[in-house]
T-cell receptor, first 111, second 114 residues
Framework: GQNIDQPTEMTATEGAIVQINCTYQTSGFNGLFWYQQHAGEAPTFLSYNVLDGLEEKGRFSSFLSRSKGYSYLLLKELQMKDSASYLCAVRAWGYGQNFVFGPGTRLSVLP | NAGVTQTPKFQVLKTGQSMTLQCAQDMNHEYMSWYRQDPGMGLRLIHYSVGAGITDQGEVPNGYNVSRSTTEDFPLRLLSAAPSQTSVYFC?????????????FGQGTRLTVV
């Protein structure tokens, strides 16, 4: 089976750094993805990790440890527009290698 | 490119009614999927297709049917709507099941069953 866990809510201050954790247990692993979803909108792709280590993309970085079933998304220099839900998703062998999503972490950025 | 287009954006149904949610993509993607999103539960896979003529069940398929007669279209049918099907529905497509290909989502359909 598949199980993905994330914190439900987080709060941070504009200009700060925030780390959103994701733990997963899957039968077969084929990549971990992070999506951003603003309220009332569709999810949009942020980053993915296949191998262990850190991937950096501007203000966003994502880390993966396959042996620990653990990933995090790091957001630097937070802006008000970063207030959104962040979805951790795993591509796993079940369901035709479709994405299995975690419950999402709602991030509120305060001035 | 339009990407993934879903219609309608909002719908209210009475219990027992049937309807079809439309999804079309113009990116020539092989993979298409339907998810529902409920508060606190994230996106859950309803049905998916890995190519025209091929469909399969996801995590929560009961009460829904799909078909994939063309690469572009992947409609989702609610057979007899129930209040438990009140949710936001997202259609997604991706090039394939390969690791590095992300999914593109439609704008969602907010469905209320009364």
């Amino acid at each position: 089976g598949q199980n993905i866990d994330q914190p439900t809510e987080m709060t941070a201050t504009e200009g700060a750094i925030v780390q959103i954790n994701c733990t997963y247990q899957t039968s077969g692993f084929n990549g971990l993805f992070w999506y951003q979803q603003h309220a009332g909108e569709a999810p949009t792709f942020l980053s993915y990790n296949v191998l262990d280590g850190l991937e950096e993309k501007g203000r966003f970085s994502s880390f993966l440890s396959r042996s620990k079933g653990y990933s995090y998304l790091l957001l630097k220099e937070l802006q008000m527009k970063d207030s959104a839900s962040y979805l951790c998703a795993v591509r796993a062998w079940g369901y035709g290698q479709n994405f299995v999503f975690g419950p999402g972490t709602r991030l509120s950025v305060l001035p | 490119n339009a990407g993934v287009t879903q219609t309608p954006k909002f719908q209210v149904l009475k219990t027992g009614q049937s309807m079809t949610l439309q999804c079309a993509q113009d990116m020539n993607h092989e993979y298409m999927s339907w998810y529902r999103q409920d508060p606190g539960m994230g996106l859950r896979l309803i049905h998916y297709s890995v190519g025209a003529g091929i469909t399969d069940q996801g995590e929560v398929p009961n009460g829904y049917n799909v078909s994939r007669s063309t690469t572009e279209d992947f409609p989702l049918r609610l057979l007899s709507a129930a209040p438990s099907q009140t949710s936001v529905y997202f259609c997604a497509s991706s090039y394939s099941g390969y690791t590095t290909t992300e999914a593109f989502f439609g704008q969602g359909t907010r469905l209320t069953v009364v």
